[in-house]
Structures are given as C-alpha cells and as structure tokens.
C-alpha cells in the first residue's frame, strides 16, 4: 500500500519545526468544538479523496445499476398492474415482473464491484492513521518530557479499527442511500409527481432532526473516547508499576481510581446510548411516516388521477428500497459517523506546545538569562499517600554556573530527585520553578537537558547522534564538543562525523560519550546527568564532567563515584529525607554521613587512556576504585549543618 500524503504526513510537531502555539484569542487558535474537528477532518479528507477520485469514479459507475434496479423495480410493478393484470393483460403484466427480475441481476455485479473499490478507500486511510499514530507516539516519547503510554496503543488499536469501519460503513451507506434515493424518487416522480408531495416533507423532516443530533451526539461520543484513553492509560500504569504500587501501600489509592475512571467511562456510555435513543424518533419519521401518509392519503391521490398500479409502486419504492436505504445510513451515521469525526479530529488535531517559538532548543538560541535557573521549593515527593516520602520539604537554588553533586547510598531519592528537577513526574508537594517561572509554564526540553544511565543513540551518522538536540548546530561548535568530550578517537574509529554506524556495535561507554556530546550542544541552561558517566573510566568521566561544567549553564550530577563531588562546587548528602548541602570540605567536616562516603572511597591513580572500553572488552578491575558508591554506609548520625550557598 502506497503511502499518501494526507494521511501519513509526519506529526505538526516535530523537533525540527515546531508552530508557535496556540493562545486564548489568536485566530489561529485551535478550535475544540465540533463543528471545529468537522472543519479540520474535512480539510484534511479533500486532499485523500482527490488522490482516489479513480476509484470514486468506478464506485459511482458501479451504484449506476443499482439505482436502475431501483428504478425498474417500482415502475414494472406499477405498468404490471396498470398495463397488465388490471387490463385484462396477464402476458404485459408477466413481462414487466419479468423486466423487475432481471433488472437485480446487474445489482449483483455492482456489490462486487462496489466491495472491491471500498478496499482502496478504507485500507490506505487504515493504514495512515496507525502509521501517524506511531510517527507521533515516537516523536512524543523522544522530544516530550513524559514517556509515551498505552494512550497510543488505544489509536493504533481500538481508534484506528473505528476509523476504519466507520469509513467503509459510511461509504457503503451513503452510497446506497444516495442511488437507491434518487431511483425512488425518479420511480415516483415518472409515475405521477404527486406521489412527491406526499413523501417528501416526512423524509426531509426526519432527515433535518436527524441532523439536528449529530453535534450533541458526537460532543457524547468525544466524551466517550476521553474516559476510553484515560481507562487505557491508567490500565497500562497501573500494570508497568505494580511492584511501586504495593511497595508504595498504594493498591488502595490505584483501585479507587480505577474505580472513578471506570464510572466516569460508564457514564460517558450512558450519555452517549440516551442520545442514541433520541435518534429513534427522527428513524421513525423519516422512514416509517412517508408510507402511512402515503395510505392515508390514498383516497386523495386517486381522485387526482393517480391509478392503483402506480400507488403500489410507490409503496414498493418505500416499503422496499426507500425505508431499507434510509435507515441503514441514518443508523450508521448515528453510530459510526459521529465516532469517525472524533476518532479522525484526534488523528489530525495539532498539538500546540505553550513554548515561545523564540525559545525553541531546535533553533540553537539560548533563553533569556535569569538570575535563577532552577528552583526546588519545599519539594516533597512520594510514591503513594501512605508512603514515606522519598523528598520531604526539599529547597534547593541553582544559579548559572552551578556544579552541584548529589551523593547518598542507594534507593536514597537520588534518580527521583533528578526526575523531579528535570520535569519528568511531578512533585507532590512544594514547586519546582525554572527561570524564575512555574516549571509548567514553559517547554521541558528548552530549559533542560536529562541525560540517564543508558544513553540512547540512533542509527545514522555521529553528525547526527550529536545534532540530535540541535539540528542547526554548526561545524565548529560539533567539533568543538567532540574535542572538550573526547570523543576524537571514537570519530577516528567509526571514520568520521558522517560514516554511518550501527549502535549495536558502540559499548555503553562509547553510547555515553556520544549523549553526552549532544548534551555539551545544546544551549538547555539545565544539565542534569542521572549517573550518565557510569561506563566511562575515570579520567574519561573527569574530562566530560569538567566539560559540561564549562558550559554557561548549571550542571547537577548524580555522582557515580565520589570523584564527581570533589570536583563540583557543591555536594548535596541525601540520606532518605534528610539532606544536607555544602562545600566538599565543608560536608567532610560537618557531614557525618559524607566522611562514611569518603571513608570507603580512595582516590584513583589517573587512567591513561581517556576513551571508554572497547565492545566486548571487561571493564578493568582496580582495588583502589570502587565501581559505585557503598549501596549502604554504616550507620552514623548524620548532624545537619547550614546550606552553604556561593551566591548567598
């Protein structure tokens, strides 16, 4: 299946070019209402249908003989009474039932021509809508500040399936409902143009309050599709973080949401079934009304001329072909059409980032300076409401030019504290500010760059690999980074910036030398390194430590060896909810905990080489170096002592 361009067109929000977002009272604000995901869906259908007006065609050649099946069927019954049995006239009247037979076969050959176009109208737009959600989905998780959650798996299964047979269904509907009209319509008209004044007004009525259902029905089923992704998300937490959840003592707490998702799911149904419902009267006008008139009005008709073989055709176009073709497309307009502008809105809609376009990462132009980089303010954080916190009322001030360490055993809230500073979950309690703003008022990955223990790097060029958070970034800032990292001898190995590579064959040192190459890039005024150094060797480390620190920026590194916090300008000691920020030499005077960290560390002899290892090589063993800091130091009291801050 060939690709099309109004339906995998890449997500509108890509790194690369991102829209200035969309404001209260900008026109060109992004219209949440129905009648804006009709506009949109619409624009982008145009250029999808025009791209198959072929197969439109041979569709519409097909329905041609449906419409003549129609047509003869209803006036050979009329002429078979008319000009046949009630004239005396067997043989004319056997004829024209004869003529309303044959005239079905050629429908036959229309279904199966009709079916094989419908193929290439619902599979390409299939197709698309699982090949957009995934674009999008892996353009999310790459450049947003969350991971990517099973909200998308709910598009790429259960809303794509929608989509898809809610296209063909109304394709197939509308179809049938337009040619098998338009032969009754023709068929009555040819019989006596009265036969009209009497059917149209109910199937005009029961078409226009019909259509007065569609908004409300499709605000309901918007609804609908709200609780079914929330219910999908929380599912696909709930099953990733089990572990958390009954470590945390929070199974109550997840229940009771289930809970509240599930109703809230629930009820959206129940709205959207009582609208369906409504539905049943404008069905009953529009299909059940025009042959009780019809009988009505029997009397009337035939005293204006109207013979007994033309008022039973017209009961035959109604009861048989009329009513069918009208309650077919108004039921799946009812059930899948409004579902199908929903589903295709949130395939189509923009998303709008509240990020001044002046202050994208992408253009390589820094923000505006600020006194204050970042900002913890009584942060607390935990993992359930009965859980002890793993941050408890934490402050903490980073300025530009910051080289802050956090030291403390393992599991005590190191990775969580860079998650919190960093944006990716959020606090509990207390504020994380960035530039002197809430932390949610601006764009993530503008303000900071996040590297983790296992670096990601992509198949490509190292070119690229570096440029990854800075596409304009020229030759020489990229050659400058490659020589403050060191990553020389690895350009040399791979034979340069632009031979292409295969990730698979960089050690996880080479994998981290590369990220945090893209890292020393970009212009993030935040740095934040979560044990990102931890598969170099220490001269390695040192070097792309002492790099990063260079920047104009402020640098917060989870130290992987103690090493990292004698070169930092201030050490933050965690020890579970107490903490403890100063000086190197001021922690090993009043930190007792710090002294116990320093006690089990000695001082490595400098390494001579400064390259990570070799794929496949063994990590080198020296006594003298332990790999990571103690998981759990020996217990000693910890006495706190005052917040050393350079800046006052």
């Given at each position: 299946?060939?690709?099309?361009?109004?339906?995998?067109?890449?997500?509108?929000?890509?790194?690369?070019?991102?829209?200035?977002?969309?404001?209260?009272?900008?026109?060109?604000?992004?219209?949440?209402?129905?009648?804006?995901a009709l506009r949109r869906v619409g624009r982008e259908a145009r250029p999808f249908l025009r791209a198959r007006t072929r197969v439109i065609r041979r569709m519409t050649g097909w329905s041609l003989l449906e419409f003549g099946q129609t047509?003869?069927?209803?006036?050979?019954?009329?002429?078979?009474?008319d000009a046949g049995f009630l004239d005396s006239e067997p043989t004319v009247g056997l004829i024209w039932l004869g003529v309303a037979a044959v005239a079905t076969l050629p429908a036959v050959l229309a279904?199966?021509?009709?079916?094989g176009g419908l193929a290439d109208?619902?599979?390409?737009?299939?197709?698309?809508?699982?090949?957009?959600?995934?674009a999008r989905a892996m353009d999310g998780a790459m450049t947003g500040p969350t991971p990517a959650t099973t909200r998308s798996v709910s598009q790429v299964t259960h809303q794509s399936e929608i989509a898809r047979d809610g296209w063909g269904g109304l394709v197939m509907s509308l179809r049938a409902f337009v040619f098998t009209s338009a032969g009754a319509v023709a068929g009555m008209a040819a019989l006596s143009p009265l036969l009209l004044l009497v059917v149209l007004p109910p199937l005009l009525l029961g078409l226009g309050l019909f259509l007065a259902t569609l908004i409300p029905m499709a605000a309901r089923q918007r609804a609908y599709l709200d609780a079914d992704e929330a219910f999908a998300a929380h599912a696909g937490q709930t099953a990733s973080a089990l572990r958390d959840i009954a470590a945390a003592g929070a199974a109550e707490r997840t229940v009771e949401q289930g809970h509240k998702i599930a109703g809230d799911q629930a009820a959206a149904a129940r709205s959207l079934a009582r609208w369906a419902a409504a539905r049943v009267l404008a069905l009953a006008v529009c299909g059940g009304?025009?042959?009780?008139?019809?009988?009505?009005?029997?009397?009337?008709?035939?005293?204006?001329?109207?013979?007994?073989?033309a008022l039973l055709g017209a009961f035959t176009y109604l009861t048989q072909f009329l009513a069918p073709a009208v309650h077919a497309f108004l039921s799946v307009i009812g059930q899948a059409g409004g579902r199908l502008v929903v589903v295709l809105d949130r395939f189509t809609r923009p998303v709008s980032l509240p990020l001044p376009p002046e202050a994208h990462p992408a253009h390589g132009r820094p923000l505006p300076p600020a006194p204050v980089t970042a900002e913890l303010r009584s942060v607390s954080f935990a993992y359930g409401p009965s859980?002890?916190?793993?941050?408890?009322?934490?402050?903490?001030t980073l300025r530009p030019g910051d080289h802050v360490a956090v030291v403390g055993p393992s599991g005590s809230g190191k990775s969580t504290l860079?998650?919190?500073?960093?944006g990716v979950v959020p606090p509990t309690g207390g504020e994380v500010r960035w530039l002197g703003r809430p932390a949610g008022e601006l764009?993530?990955?503008?303000?900071?760059?996040?590297?983790?223990q296992r670096a990601y790097v992509f198949s490509g060029t190292l070119r690229d690999n570096l440029r990854y958070l800075r596409p304009d970034a020229r030759d020489p800032e990229i050659a400058a980074a490659v020589e403050a990292i060191g990553l020389g001898p690895l350009v040399d190995r791979l034979g340069g910036l632009d031979a292409p590579f295969d990730p698979l064959r960089l050690s996880q040192g080479e994998r981290q030398l590369v990220a945090l190459g893209r890292a020393c890039l970009t212009t993030a005024p935040l740095l934040v390194l979560d044990e990102a150094t931890s598969e170099l060797d220490p001269a390695a480390e040192a070097r792309a430590e002492s790099a990063l620190a260079d920047r104009a920026g402020a640098l917060v590194v989870i130290a992987h060896r103690l090493t990292s916090a004698a070169r930092a300008r201030r050490v933050l000691v965690m020890d579970g909810t107490t903490t403890v920020c100063g000086t190197p030499a001021e922690l090993l005077a009043g930190s007792a905990l710090y002294r116990d960290l320093t006690g089990l560390w000695t001082p490595e002899t400098p390494a001579p080489s400064r390259t990570p290892r070799a794929p496949g090589t063994p990590a080198p063993r020296d006594t003298a170096v332990p790999p990571t800091l103690p998981p759990s130091p020996s217990p000693s009291p910890s006495r706190p002592i005052p917040t050393a801050d350079p800046h006052g």
């Open positions: 299946m060939t690709p099309d361009p109004a339906v995998d067109a890449p997500p509108r929000h890509s790194p690369a070019a991102v829209a200035p977002p969309a404001r209260q009272g900008d026109p060109a604000a992004v219209d949440h209402t129905e009648t804006g047509f003869l069927s209803g006036y050979a019954v009329a002429r078979s009474l279904t199966r021509g009709v079916f109208l619902v599979e390409p737009l299939r197709d698309g809508l699982v090949r957009r959600a995934v009304l025009p042959p009780l008139l019809l009988l009505f009005s029997a009397d009337w008709l035939m005293r204006n001329g109207l013979t007994t073989g859980a002890r916190p793993v941050l408890d009322r934490l402050d903490l860079a998650a919190v500073l960093a764009e993530p990955t503008a303000v900071r760059t996040l590297l983790p």
